[in-house]
């Protein structure tokens, strides 16, 4: 059940190249599932729409949230300048999340950009797991985040794009290889589209159970506007209540 929640802002600091993360301390006691995400209240007065915020992680006891956003816009612009004590309304938690069931013990994430934060939740709430993480990045100054992923995964995969770190290219090539040598019980994935349907051609040839957050322009967040439509076989639906995690076999690229 989503709320709205006033938070106290803990810190806000970049942790890479034009990407941000926030921690605010909020309400204790709320059930969330990793991928659902919140609707951040920027406070300035000419921003009425909240802007849509993927969990990082939750901290049931503390009432502590973490959010790793990327600065793309107004909203965003305004978002890095909060300061340690200020308060921001958010709505949370919004959304259907991953279905982690107890049968899924070795499982593959797949990460894009800033798709990559909400990942990072799943291995925190399961940890007992046994965890290959493909992270895909522009350059190296886009990395975030490189030793929690690396330490909390059996093997970490890091590409960009121009090369600088990792693997030359996109987050497919390295998940390929290892398709070859092992099959997951599950993945996980989320990122920009030109990566998730990337990610639906690759796993073609295999049958492999796999759920996408998808990445959508939201105007309300509540069902209400229908802007963050996402086409699937069952026809369009909301990602913010329909998703933002859906069966990968049902999204129509």
Avoid: W
């Avoid at 849509?52 to 901290?59: A, C, E």
């Avoid at 709430?125 to 886009?142: H, N, T, V």
Wanted: proline share 4%; hydrophobic share 40%.
């Amino acid at each position: 059940m989503s709320k709205e929640i006033l938070t106290t802002t803990l810190y806000n600091k970049e942790v890479a190249r034009d990407i941000f993360e926030i921690k605010l301390k909020g309400e204790s006691g709320l059930k969330f599932i990793p991928g659902q995400f919140a609707h951040i209240a920027i406070n300035q007065s000419d921003l009425l729409l909240r802007r849509p915020l993927s969990i990082n992680s939750y901290d049931e006891k503390s009432g502590e949230f973490v959010f790793i956003y990327i600065v793309v816009g107004f909203g965003t612009q305004v978002l890095k300048t909060a300061q340690k004590g200020e308060l921001i309304s958010i709505l949370a938690p919004l959304g259907v999340g991953f279905k982690v069931l107890k049968n899924y013990k070795k499982i593959f994430l797949v990460g894009g950009g800033i798709g990559c934060a909400p990942l990072e939740s799943i291995i925190d709430a399961f940890p007992k797991r046994e965890y290959y993480s493909f992270l895909g990045y522009d350059c190296d100054k886009s990395i975030y985040h490189f030793d929690e992923f690396e330490a909390k995964s059996k093997q970490l995969y890091i590409t960009t794009v121009d090369g600088s770190i990792g693997h030359e290219g996109i987050v497919t090539a390295p998940l390929k290889q290892e398709l070859e040598k092992s099959i997951p019980d599950v993945i996980f994935a989320c990122g920009p589209t030109p990566m998730l349907k990337a990610l639906k051609e690759t796993l073609e040839p295999y049958n492999i159970k796999t759920y996408i957050s998808v990445e959508e322009r939201m105007g309300c967040g509540m069902g209400g506007c229908a802007v963050c439509a996402c086409n699937t076989i069952n026809g369009n639906k909301k990602a913010c209540i329909d998703g933002p995690v859906f069966d990968l076999s049902e999204v129509i690229f």
